[in-house]
């Protein structure tokens, strides 16, 4: 029977305190029923009493689905009344409650966790609690499985019979068996296969991977063999130990997005420690200062670039064990690069033999990882959604960020799928406008939202140097800002239009119809008080199917017509100078950090297609030929070499770092793109003939300008058409401080040579430091021709001493 309301059932609506009533029928449009209990899209008001009333009944651990206890509501972390973010944007304003009401139930939820579990730092410990653990002489299993009738472990060590190692559950559903040593070791080796076996309802006994398993493996030799869990705990001897620190975080990320399975130039699974030793030398080579992992987490269909994760605290067995990982990050971490881990807590791989949706034997949400119904099944990826408001999912979930960032000394995270977190319709067919109700609202899966602002706060209270990339199409606001003013806490975006534009320019528009103003706004069309990682291309534009920019300009000639021996046909020429010009035009204006798929410096062709039975099981086309770059008779080596040169333009003049971002000109009829960054000015030419002798750029300040950085250096395929030994003397322009008056609103200008499909950048010449230079020059020449002079006179005195020291002389 339903109330009035016609949605909430009567017996918990009658149960409810007057107040809560009156607040109910306030609130009537914005409440929606859920199984167990009542979850609101507004303000809450349920307490805590009538939802334990519901736990008891299923004997669970506190708070299933997160409610607020009025009792409770302080914290000094984020003013209610003064929420930050809403000072920053006033269309934010009229979205108050709905900031209010997340920002409560964050408070809430952190406050539960501190009352039960003793806070966030210990609740995400879980990894010392569940799974496989040493404790007193013994090796102690814990799992939960509520929907579990009895269950077992069982392995290589037991013979795969459980019948002696039965577990026992407790209230919470959490079962456990502690088994001592025998003989002073543990009765399960290192290394040996375990399962969890278990009955469920319907009297069927299953064997699950356990949850919390740190080690997963396959029988490579057996094709379609399911996955084993694996017992690891190494002696001393053969753990490894971290022998770098954590390198300083840099100003802003230039992101080397890799994957350590493809990173090999032969057609095989490639390792950790062969990428360290192989790779690694290659990005720290290239200039860029952090690395990217995918496909770390174990997933058990390598096709599925590593998003269809199985076993969320298992490394990825292809390439190799934990502590191979472990030396791959050290190993980066002594060259000065930070190391980022690609983490998939969007979804769950829909296995059920070998991933955490095994667990799932049909029970409530309640009692599962993972909600019931169509809410818990992904339709576009065919995978399963977590229930973020479940206690033990939190638990699991933040437990996970913490194994990483501690046990493997990862230095951040690129948060997968968050677009499909942030919202119940997952994104799917969905147009995003900008238009702020598509962002706060009924749609918004506010226990997703809590999650992730959890999530942002652990890992800053862990580690407070490290960097957080949110993977969203939508352009929510406030992703990108502090939890402390009401944000979700990421510390960057992905800036996803960027790629999707430039691939719309080059497969529908000639060269022509380039719009230069369209593109100059599409780079910079971001929140001023966010932070995003512009890209061009990541590993989603190398799949099969689709090309990436390299290929979608040169095409079939990349086969035939790189060679240094010949001249370049124009495709090739044309490609070679647009692939340089998209990468450092997204670099400079699209972001406050740069990304790049490995791979893709160099222009690498083709695609990449996983062994599937469609190709044949090949990894031809799931490797990366670092030959090609390697020759010096192959016109890769220039792309490279512009793309360690722009990296090397970052490290030099911070530009990415730097909050100065002013575009003075973008000509419609000349092709021509100019903008400040930094320090520096870009000048960008992207007409197919035409050259300007004599252009005049703005710029802020006056003085005189050299080149930086250009595109049309031999070094890196051009033709060397600007003089590197110029100077450009600025000339002032119109009324200082009206910029009306001023030459493209800019107080100054100097004058340039700007060749066809080119990009140049100019740096401001430190007159100071310059006369320092000539000092210091001078001081030099004269020092060395005073140590001459000095030189000479020495030999003379000592001739003469010769001379007298010999018998001859006597005379």
């Known amino acids: 029977m339903l109330s009035s309301l016609g949605q909430i059932p009567a017996s918990v609506f009658n149960s409810l305190p007057n107040n809560s ?167 399960i080796p290192h290394n040996s296969r375990v399962k969890f076996r278990f009955k469920h309802g319907n009297g069927v006994w299953v064997d699950r991977i356990p949850a919390w398993i740190k080690y997963a493996t396959v029988d490579p030799g057996s094709f379609g063999a399911p996955y084993d869990g694996v017992y690891w705990d190494p002696p001393t001897s053969e753990r490894y130990q971290f022998k770098y620190p954590r390198p300083p975080k840099p100003k802003a990320p230039r992101i080397y997005e890799a994957h350590v399975g493809m990173s090999s130039s032969e057609p095989r699974v490639n390792t950790y420690r062969e990428f360290a030793d192989d790779v690694l030398p290659r990005i720290r080579a290239s200039n860029y200062n952090t690395v990217q992992l995918m496909a770390v987490m174990e997933h058990s269909y390598y096709g599925s670039f590593g998003y269809h994760v199985t076993n969320f605290f298992a490394v990825s067995s292809r390439s190799g064990t934990p502590e191979d990982l472990k030396y791959l990050i050290d190993k980066a971490h002594s060259l000065g690069l930070c190391v980022l881990m690609d983490v998939v807590h969007s979804h769950a791989s829909n296995n059920v033999t070998d991933g955490l949706n095994g667990f799932d034997v049909g029970q409530s949400s309640l009692e599962s990882y993972f909600h019931a119904g169509d809410r818990g099944y992904h339709k576009l990826w065919d995978s399963r959604v977590f229930n973020y408001a479940n206690w033990e999912v939190l638990r699991f979930l933040l437990s996970n960020l913490r194994w990483w960032l501690e046990e493997y000394k990862f230095d951040g995270f690129r948060f997968d799928g968050v677009t499909s977190m942030l919202y119940h319709h997952h994104g799917i067919n969905m147009a995003f406008t900008g238009n702020y109700s598509e962002y706060f609202g009924e749609a918004t899966d506010v226990d997703a939202v809590v999650y992730l602002m959890l999530a942002n706060s652990l ?92 290929f979608l300009l040169m095409d079939k000639e990349m086969y035939s017509g790189m060679s240094c021996l010949t001249d370049p046909s124009p495709s090739v020429e044309r490609g070679i100078a647009l692939h340089k010009m998209i990468h450092i035009l997204t670099m400079a204006l699209g972001g406050e950090g740069y990304l790049n798929f490995m791979g893709n410096e160099f222009g690498h062709p083709e695609w990449i297609d996983f062994p599937r039975e469609g190709n044949g099981w090949s990894y031809d086309k799931c490797r990366r030929q670092w030959n090609l770059v390697d020759a010096e008779d192959l016109r890769y080596k220039f792309m490279y070499a512009f793309d360690k040169a722009m990296n090397l333009l970052d490290e030099k003049y911070s530009f990415l770092s730097s909050t100065k971002q002013i575009v003075s000109s973008a000509n419609e009829a000349e092709k021509v793109i100019v903008f400040e960054r930094g320090d520096l000015v870009f000048v960008f030419n992207f007409h197919p003939n035409n050259s300007y002798d004599g252009y005049k750029v703005g710029c802020d300040l006056p003085g005189k300008y050299r080149v930086a950085l250009d595109s049309d250096s031999w070094e890196f395929g051009g033709h060397g058409r600007v003089g590197h030994d110029v100077d450009h003397f600025t000339s002032p322009e119109g009324i200082p401080g009206v910029p009306e008056t001023n030459f493209n609103n800019r107080p100054n200008s100097f004058k340039i040579l700007s060749p066809p499909r080119t990009c140049v950048a100019y740096y401001r010449v430190d007159e100071s430091q310059e006369s320092l230079k000539q000092t210091l020059a001078v001081d030099t020449v004269t020092l060395a021709a005073d140590v001459a002079a000095v030189k000479e006179i020495s030999e003379e005195l000592a001739d003469d001493n010769d001379i007298e020291d010999s018998p001859l002389s006597e005379d």
């Not at 026992?168 to 040593?181: C, H, L, T, Y």
């Not at 490290?466 to 990108?480: C, F, K, R, T």
Request: include cysteine; charged fraction near 25%.
């Open 21 to 187: 009533k009156t607040a109910l029928k306030r609130n009537s449009h914005v409440v929606k029923r859920t199984e167990f209990g009542i979850t609101f899209a507004s303000r809450s008001f349920l307490s805590t009493v009538s939802v334990n009333k519901k736990v008891q009944q299923h004997g669970l651990t506190i708070s299933a689905v997160m409610t607020e206890d009025r009792s409770m509501m302080t914290n000094n972390e984020v003013d209610l009344e003064n929420i930050g973010l809403l000072s920053t944007d006033a269309g934010l304003e009229q979205f108050k409650d709905h900031f209010r009401y997340r920002i409560e139930r964050f408070i809430n939820q952190k406050q539960l966790i501190g009352k039960h579990e003793g806070g966030l730092e210990e609740f995400s410990k879980g990894y010392l609690y569940y799974g496989f653990n040493r404790e007193e002489g013994s090796i102690v299993y814990r799992e939960w499985a509520p929907a579990a009738q009895e269950a077992e472990v069982i392995g290589d060590f037991n013979g795969w019979d459980g019948s002696n190692h039965r577990m026992e559950k407790n209230e919470f559903g959490v079962w456990s068996i502690k088994i001592p040593d025998s003989g002073g070791n543990p009765v």
């Open 459 to 550: 890992i800053h209270s862990i580690l407070p140097d490290a960097a957080v990339i949110a993977e969203d199409v939508s352009g929510m606001p406030g992703l990108g800002r502090s939890v402390s003013e009401g944000g979700i806490g990421f510390d960057y975006r992905l800036a996803m239009a960027i790629p999707d534009k430039w691939i719309d320019y080059l497969k529908n528009k000639s060269d022509e119809e380039w719009s230069m103003k369209e593109i100059s706004w599409s780079l910079t069309n971001r929140r001023d008080t966010e932070k995003c990682v512009a890209y061009a291309e990541s590993h989603d534009q190398s799949i099969v199917g689709d090309k990436t920019i390299a």
